[in-house]
């Protein structure tokens, strides 16, 4: 009997390779050993860095790079090795957001976010009586966009250096001999069993007979042999011959509308970046059909002319500022952003310094703002997801947020193709002012349209200090996605903490509707009962986000730091 062994960090602390930091976690020619791991929760590394939701998946990353791939390479074999060992968020079946900085400065962006099938149309979760049908929007065959993730795996290929062949071989060993289940992985497997049931056509590899338990392997032989069919044709080896038969077939079989053409014709789309000044350092995002960019760039500049380090970390004062900034900014969202390709966003308006400071004209301190009264600004122009954050010893910078949307997606695997697909169809508003599973609300700028994307809060992040790589940060949690973003970067310019402090102290979020704050655990509560006396309203809820960070300190080390509310590891040398 194979010997399992599953070293369970708990709370950042290092566990096997205890004491300090780590400095090296993959050796030269030592081969990931998807039976016997440990879960790391920091590391210090000279030349390479990785942070992901998997031990094992940021093990496949540094290894790639400890072979002479780039950081693009291990963006690459990461995701893929997460499409295997976190079917919860890691997909092929999904979409994404790839940003990037080359170590010559130059940056970039890989939209290959899912886009609405030809057959989809405004009105095509309403019944009726007009009333919007979520169920239908959020599970099985007609919740699934046109899947992304395998031709953004291609784009990002012309900027990484080995054979793609390479890059995908770790994922096609780890999906055919399978690898050792966490105790929540097991748990989160058997609590999506009647869905994988419900809404799966064909038996898949997620469901047997009995409860999954920690140490049990996962075995995936139809998405190995989906992973070898990619390996050999490249994107074609998804989106046509028999991969792309299988999701055809899938989705006639469960009333889905993706076809065959809207298959060959999906496209990943290069999109610049959103860049701004934030007290000196610059930051780089990703820009629509992410809301998340444009977010990050307003809360940061609506409260850049406070002293916000003065204030002092989860003080009264710096809270109540950044909810007040975090409302304003989720009310443009709901108005003013979606997909660009289909509808004018008003970037720079909304990104323009006068427009942000009357934004912020009616803010009181010591008196709780009103998302009934203050409503998105008037522009007169036209829980699962996932995050890696990657450098190489070049310098190159890899931001790179993917998604099945839910968790588990639409919980429909393709018969015969053993990937799931997913349920990204509910991000965009099925009708105005209707919320979603996020509780986000929109309009005409995100509404359904064939060959559309849907709105985004993904928001893959990078830091430059002095024009050189400061910080690679982001993070899953839907619609608190870029206040997560917002928190980890004040944390580290106005509060100087360290990387871990950024991501793992206590967050709140607050996305204008509903006009209440939701805080984890630990939130300090002196803070909490001045801001209740002065209006807030607050809902304590279980974790925000899971964010991986690299921060590179003036040693030049890289602080590499996987959060701590789940198995998130980090690797590297
Ligand atoms: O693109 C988005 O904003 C969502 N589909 C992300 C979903 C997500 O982060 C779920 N994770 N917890």
Redesign the pocket.
Known sequence: MRKVVLFLCASGSLLTLCGQSVRSIVGPGKPVNPYHYSIVKKGEFSTASVSSAHPLASLVGATIMKRGGNAFDAAIATQLALAVVYPG?GNIGGGGFLLGRKANGELLGIDYREAAPEKANRDMYLDKNGNVQLNLSQNGHLASGIPGTVAGLFATLTYARLPFPQLIQPAIDLAEKGFVLSEKEAASLNATRSSFLKYSTRPCAFVKATNWKAGDTLIQKELAATLKRIQEKGAPGFYEGETGKMIVEEMQRGGGLISMEDLKDYTAKLRNPIEFDYRGDHIVSFAPPSSGGILIGQMLKMIEKYPVSSYGFQSTQAVQLMIEAERRAYADRAVHMGDPDFYDVPVKTLMSEEYLQKRMSDYHPEKAGQSAVIKAGLIKES???THLSIIDGEGNMVSVTT?L??GYGSRTVVGGAGFLLNN?MD?FSAKPGIPNM?GAVGGEANAIQPGKRML???TPTLILRNNKPFVVVGT????T?PTSVFQAIVNIIDFHMSADDAINKPKFHHQWLPDNVMIEKGFNPETKKQLQAMGYQFTERGSIGRTEIIRVLGNGKRETVADNRGDDSVAGF
């Not at 899953?476 to 619609?479: A, I, L, N, S």
């Open positions: 968020a829980e699962e997801t998604t949307n839910g990204e991000d996020y985004s809060s993904m899953p949690g839907g619609t996605i």
